[in-house]
């Protein structure tokens, strides 16, 4: 597998995404520019967490602009696959390529904890590895990370079933308490209707490891390797 | 000519706006009872220089449509529109 992790101005996750997928996966990995626009050769393209252009105006505003999203939006046209994490996916949203937009966190305060996310879809290239109803320990980080659509398009995303991960309690339940942003059915993660889209709020960079408390990320990374393996055959 | 345009972008009806939710919350822990809603909005103040008041207003809503609102969750409204004096306001 070929992986390419996007630096946008201010992105802080794209070292730790680098080394989950070079160091602890074993991939070829390689940095590119938020100006870049050779992606071409590539497997995976990940948009990091971070700050793209100091979350100026709206998360992901800016960066959507940038010419590398003009070439990671041809990418996965071409069946590519894209892993947008926390600020990677709040620039897919506005970029258009995933549904619905991020506003802030029902608490207006900046949450860094662990939460825990259902798997809701193994039938995606992020999510092979695992079953349906898996339950991963993954912390999130973010001001941003309420998801909101307006109900045509939210029953749109559940209809096409687009919904990938799910907040829940370390059970699996699904419910208010186990929700920690205000997230319209407790969405923390979706794709786009091929499937080769993904976006989540959690960061599964952030728990690839035993030392760091979790390696439940892990079989997001595992899963994508699989099936890039499998496609070439 | 110079324009000074005023434009304001909301989050569209029934987009939660948590933001104006605990503003109203401490107003009416301050006992301002007859306050019922708040909502916040943002206001950008743009000068732009056109061939005249119409090409300006056309660059304002394709900047409003495209960069300063989410049209998924916002709406956004032209407010003013006036030539500048000297200088502008700036």
Redesign the interface.
Same mark, same amino acid.
């Given at each position: 597998m070929k992986a390419g992790v996007v630096i946008f101005p201010g992105s802080n996750c794209d070292r730790d995404t680098y080394w989950v997928l070079s160091k602890v996966l074993g991939a070829e990995t390689r940095y590119l520019w938020h100006d870049d626009t050779q992606i071409d050769d590539l497997d995976l393209v990940v948009l990091p967490g971070g700050f793209s252009y100091g979350d100026y %105006?709206?998360t992901g505003?800016f960066a959507r602009?940038s010419p590398i999203m003009k070439a990671v939006a041809d990418f996965a046209k071409n069946g590519g696959i894209v892993l947008g994490i926390c600020n990677g996916f709040q620039i897919l %949203?506005?970029a258009g390529l995933l549904e &619905?937009?991020m $506003?802030?966190?029902?608490?207006?305060r900046f949450i860094c904890d662990w939460v825990r996310i259902r798997v809701e879809r193994n039938d995606t290239p992020f999510t092979a590895n695992a079953k349906i109803g898996d339950v991963l320990k993954i912390p999130i980080a973010h001001f941003e990370g309420?998801y909101?659509?307006?109900?045509e $398009?939210l029953s749109k995303v559940e209809k096409n079933h687009l919904v990938v991960f799910r907040y829940c309690t370390e059970n699996g339940d699904i419910t208010e308490d186990a929700n920690p942003n &205000?997230s319209l059915n407790n969405i923390a993660g979706i794709a786009n209707e091929q499937g080769n889209i993904l976006g989540m709020m959690p960061h599964p960079e952030r728990a690839s490891e035993a030392i760091l408390g979790s390696e439940d990320g892990k079989v997001i990374f595992e899963s994508i390797a699989k099936y890039i393996k499998q496609k070439r055959g | 000519m110079r324009y000074n345009i005023r434009i304001a972008v909301e989050r569209k009806k029934g987009v939660a706006d948590p933001e104006g939710k605990t503003i109203f919350e401490a107003l009416g822990r301050l006992g301002y009872e007859k306050v019922e809603s708040v909502r916040v909005a943002k206001l950008f103040d743009v000068v732009i220089n056109a061939q005249d008041e119409n090409e300006a207003k056309s660059v304002a809503e394709e900047i409003s449509e495209r960069v300063l609102s989410n049209p998924v969750i916002e709406t956004f409204t032209i407010l003013s529109i006036s030539e500048t004096g000297d200088g502008g306001n700036e």
């Open positions: %105006l709206r505003a602009f %949203l506005e &619905g937009a $506003i802030p966190n029902k608490s207006l309420n909101f659509a307006p109900k $398009i &205000g | -």
